[in-house]
């Protein structure tokens, strides 16, 4: 235990000052870039067909758009600014909660998650029972870069896509059963399209 004083253990009066700062570094920072010479393939290009046919897209999400600029958003404590104002980005990800079997079983607080007016309305097709009962839940991780990764799954469990696949159930049961019934080559398709990201 290090028990002498350093000069960032001093936070700010909230204690959210480094937070603060790495939340609006991770703003500015740009998207992994996808490579582009396998996307070109014809093999990741039906890969890329296959991802939608078989129902991928339904959580990890092509493109989103950002709030118009001027658009406050966490209770009004940010403002979205010009350069980040409705713009179009491609995470492969919906960033939501859903259940995929892989959860820890650790609750997450939804009203502080989302916000008191999350719980108290029907909310992107979750009762209130859902949103006080996410513990099995994880955040659908955005798809770009996962060619990077040697762990993968919110649990880094996973160490090759495939097994990451198959490893969803819940939500994505009826997904993962069409991934099985793929050919071979079509398999081999998709997974290079995901290395493609």
């Known amino acids: 235990c290090n028990t002498v004083s350093e000069p960032n253990d001093t936070p700010g009066s909230d204690g959210l ?39 991928c897209d339904t959580c990890h999400v092509r493109t989103l758009l950002t709030a118009p600029a001027g ?7 940010f403002t979205v600014p010009d350069a980040l104002g409705s713009k179009q980005f491609h995470p492969f990800g919906d960033f939501l909660l859903h259940d995929v079997g892989t959860g820890d079983g650790i609750a ?12 108290t309305r029907t909310w992107m097709k979750f009762s ?16 770009w870069g996962v060619r990077t990764h040697s762990r993968l799954m919110h649990d880094g469990a996973s160490l ?9 159930q ?11 019934r793929l ?13 493609s990201l």
């Open 17 to 55: 000052e480094d937070i603060d700062r790495f939340a609006r570094f991770v703003r500015a920072t740009k998207a992994p870039p996808r490579d582009t010479a396998l996307a070109k393939t014809v093999e990741s290009q039906e890969g890329s067909k296959l991802f939608d046919k078989i129902g």
């Open 71 to 77: 658009t406050a958003v966490n209770g009004g404590a």
């Open 108 to 119: 997450v607080a939804m009203a502080e998650h989302y916000g008191k007016a999350a719980t």
């Open 128 to 143: 209130y029972q859902d949103l006080q009962t996410a513990a099995n839940k994880v955040r659908t991780a955005p798809l």
């Open 160 to 168: 090759t896509l495939t097994n990451a696949i198959r490893r969803h």
């Open 170 to 180: 819940g939500e994505a049961r009826r997904v993962t059963e069409k991934f099985r």
């Open 183 to 195: 050919k071979p080559e079509q398999r081999e398709a998709l997974l290079t399209f995901l290395k």
